[in-house]
Protein backbone atom coordinates (compact mmCIF):
# COMPACT_ATOMS: atom_id res chain seq x y z
CA UNK A 1 0.00 0.00 0.00
CA UNK A 2 1.35 3.62 -0.77
CA UNK A 3 -0.12 6.55 0.47
CA UNK A 4 -0.59 10.40 0.63
CA UNK A 5 -2.29 12.94 1.94
CA UNK A 6 -4.47 15.20 0.36
CA UNK A 7 -3.86 18.86 1.84
CA UNK A 8 -6.54 21.43 2.33
CA UNK A 9 -3.64 24.51 1.60
CA UNK A 10 -5.91 26.76 3.31
CA UNK A 11 -5.27 25.32 6.58
CA UNK A 12 -2.12 23.37 5.92
CA UNK A 13 -3.49 19.98 7.42
CA UNK A 14 -4.36 16.70 5.88
CA UNK A 15 -7.96 16.65 4.85
CA UNK A 16 -8.10 13.33 3.17
CA UNK A 17 -5.31 10.20 2.90
CA UNK A 18 -5.03 8.45 -0.56
CA UNK A 19 -4.19 5.39 -0.53
CA UNK A 20 -2.92 2.31 -3.35
CA UNK A 21 -4.30 -0.91 -2.68
CA UNK A 22 -2.95 -4.07 -4.57
CA UNK A 23 -5.25 -6.49 -3.97
CA UNK A 24 -8.31 -7.11 -1.80
CA UNK A 25 -6.33 -8.51 0.60
CA UNK A 26 -5.16 -5.18 1.23
CA UNK A 27 -8.28 -3.22 0.89
CA UNK A 28 -8.96 -5.42 3.93
CA UNK A 29 -6.61 -4.70 5.86
CA UNK A 30 -6.89 -1.06 5.34
CA UNK A 31 -10.73 -1.06 6.54
CA UNK A 32 -9.97 -3.11 9.64
CA UNK A 33 -7.67 -0.01 10.49
CA UNK A 34 -9.51 2.20 9.62
CA UNK A 35 -12.22 0.42 11.82
CA UNK A 36 -10.13 0.81 14.89
CA UNK A 37 -10.37 4.28 15.11
CA UNK A 38 -13.85 5.16 14.50
CA UNK A 39 -15.97 6.11 17.33
CA UNK A 40 -19.47 4.57 18.27
CA UNK A 41 -21.93 5.84 16.38
CA UNK A 42 -19.50 6.83 13.04
CA UNK A 43 -21.15 6.75 9.94
CA UNK A 44 -18.45 5.55 7.00
CA UNK A 45 -20.12 6.65 3.34
CA UNK A 46 -18.63 4.13 1.16
CA UNK A 47 -18.68 5.65 -2.95
CA UNK A 48 -17.79 3.87 -5.81
CA UNK A 49 -18.97 2.17 -8.92
CA UNK A 50 -20.41 -1.36 -9.28
CA UNK A 51 -17.06 -3.96 -8.28
CA UNK A 52 -14.94 -0.99 -6.71
CA UNK A 53 -14.35 -2.97 -3.99
CA UNK A 54 -17.33 -1.19 -1.43
CA UNK A 55 -17.76 -4.80 0.17
CA UNK A 56 -14.57 -5.64 0.28
CA UNK A 57 -13.71 -2.98 2.28
CA UNK A 58 -16.92 -3.35 4.83
CA UNK A 59 -15.85 -6.84 5.15
CA UNK A 60 -12.60 -5.81 6.84
CA UNK A 61 -14.35 -3.44 9.13
CA UNK A 62 -15.88 -6.86 10.89
CA UNK A 63 -14.37 -10.17 12.29
CA UNK A 64 -17.49 -11.74 11.04
CA UNK A 65 -18.05 -12.51 6.92
CA UNK A 66 -19.35 -9.95 5.26
CA UNK A 67 -21.47 -10.24 1.63
CA UNK A 68 -23.18 -7.34 0.24
CA UNK A 69 -26.80 -6.85 1.51
CA UNK A 70 -27.83 -5.45 -1.33
CA UNK A 71 -30.97 -7.69 -1.50
CA UNK A 72 -31.58 -7.81 2.15
CA UNK A 73 -30.66 -3.77 2.50
CA UNK A 74 -29.17 -4.26 5.76
CA UNK A 75 -26.59 -6.90 7.86
CA UNK A 76 -25.72 -6.21 11.44
CA UNK A 77 -22.54 -7.28 12.95
CA UNK A 78 -23.69 -5.77 16.55
CA UNK A 79 -21.31 -2.95 16.80
CA UNK A 80 -21.14 -2.60 13.05
CA UNK A 81 -24.00 -1.93 10.75
CA UNK A 82 -23.70 -2.71 6.87
CA UNK A 83 -26.59 -0.92 4.89
CA UNK A 84 -26.70 -1.11 1.02
CA UNK A 85 -28.79 2.17 -0.46
CA UNK A 86 -28.57 0.96 -4.32
CA UNK A 87 -32.75 0.59 -4.25
CA UNK A 88 -33.62 3.29 -1.72
CA UNK A 89 -34.96 5.78 -3.75
CA UNK A 90 -37.22 7.69 -1.51
CA UNK A 91 -37.40 8.98 2.17
CA UNK A 92 -40.07 6.18 3.06
CA UNK A 93 -37.73 3.53 1.68
CA UNK A 94 -34.85 4.71 4.21
CA UNK A 95 -36.79 4.97 6.80
CA UNK A 96 -37.99 1.24 6.00
CA UNK A 97 -33.88 0.07 6.34
CA UNK A 98 -34.20 1.26 9.87
CA UNK A 99 -31.27 3.49 8.98
CA UNK A 100 -31.76 6.24 11.67
CA UNK A 101 -32.82 3.45 14.33
CA UNK A 102 -28.83 2.12 13.64
CA UNK A 103 -27.84 5.85 14.04
CA UNK A 104 -29.49 6.25 17.30
CA UNK A 105 -28.28 2.78 18.84
CA UNK A 106 -24.39 4.08 18.27
CA UNK A 107 -23.13 1.57 16.39
CA UNK A 108 -20.78 1.83 13.62
CA UNK A 109 -22.78 2.53 10.16
CA UNK A 110 -21.20 1.37 6.86
CA UNK A 111 -23.44 2.79 3.99
CA UNK A 112 -22.84 1.17 0.39
CA UNK A 113 -24.32 3.78 -2.29
CA UNK A 114 -24.31 6.61 0.10
CA UNK A 115 -24.63 8.87 -2.92
CA UNK A 116 -28.50 7.98 -2.98
CA UNK A 117 -28.94 9.24 0.88
CA UNK A 118 -26.58 11.84 0.27
CA UNK A 119 -29.43 14.09 2.04
CA UNK A 120 -29.60 12.39 5.34
CA UNK A 121 -26.28 11.86 6.25
CA UNK A 122 -24.83 13.00 9.39
CA UNK A 123 -22.50 16.28 9.26
CA UNK A 124 -19.32 14.32 10.45
CA UNK A 125 -19.77 11.30 7.66
CA UNK A 126 -16.25 9.68 7.27
CA UNK A 127 -16.43 9.38 3.35
CA UNK A 128 -14.48 6.34 1.43
CA UNK A 129 -14.53 6.75 -1.99
CA UNK A 130 -13.22 3.64 -3.85
CA UNK A 131 -12.12 3.94 -7.43
CA UNK A 132 -10.63 1.22 -10.02
CA UNK A 133 -7.22 1.97 -11.39
CA UNK A 134 -6.88 -1.68 -13.03
CA UNK A 135 -8.32 -5.23 -12.30
CA UNK A 136 -6.17 -5.57 -9.09
CA UNK A 137 -5.80 -1.37 -8.05
CA UNK A 138 -7.98 0.93 -6.27
CA UNK A 139 -7.53 4.24 -5.43
CA UNK A 140 -8.84 4.80 -2.09
CA UNK A 141 -9.77 7.93 -0.57
CA UNK A 142 -10.62 8.55 3.17
CA UNK A 143 -11.78 11.93 3.77
CA UNK A 144 -13.23 13.11 7.44
CA UNK A 145 -10.65 11.03 10.43
CA UNK A 146 -9.29 14.01 12.06
CA UNK A 147 -5.20 12.26 12.46
CA UNK A 148 -5.76 9.77 9.93
CA UNK A 149 -2.95 10.02 7.96
CA UNK A 150 -0.93 8.19 11.23
CA UNK A 151 -3.96 5.92 11.50
CA UNK A 152 -4.17 4.12 8.41
Known sequence: ?????????????????IILSHSPEETKALAARLRKVLA???????RGGMGAGK???????????????TFELVHDYGDLVHTDMYRVGTFEDLCATGFFEYLDAG???????????????????????????????????IDGVG???ESV
Open 40 to 46: PGTVVAL
Open 107 to 141: AVVAVEWSENIAAFLPPRTVTVTLETVDENTRRIT
Open 147 to 149: GME
Open 1 to 17: MRKKCAKNFKEKRCTAV
Open 55 to 69: TTFVAGMTSAASSSP
